[in-house]
């Protein structure tokens, strides 16, 4: 069924998988600012001598 071929975007809103590709529908997502805030979070979550508890 329809159902069970659609996919979410990353816009949030259901394609089936042709119209899926952000090409094929003008997808509002903004690729770049998600890029900067996964960089952001990985810088975060790095482990430095600053971070860690001496015993």
Do not use: W
């Not at 394609?15 to 979070?41: A, G, L, M, V, W």
Request: proline share 2%.
């Amino acid at each position: 069924t329809l159902i069970d071929l659609s996919m979410t975007c990353k816009c949030g809103n259901n394609y089936c998988s042709k119209h899926r590709p952000c090409e094929t529908h003008n997808c509002t997502y903004d690729f770049s600012k998600s890029k900067e805030e996964i960089d952001k979070q990985i810088k975060e979550m790095r482990c430095v001598a600053s971070k860690l508890i001496q015993v």
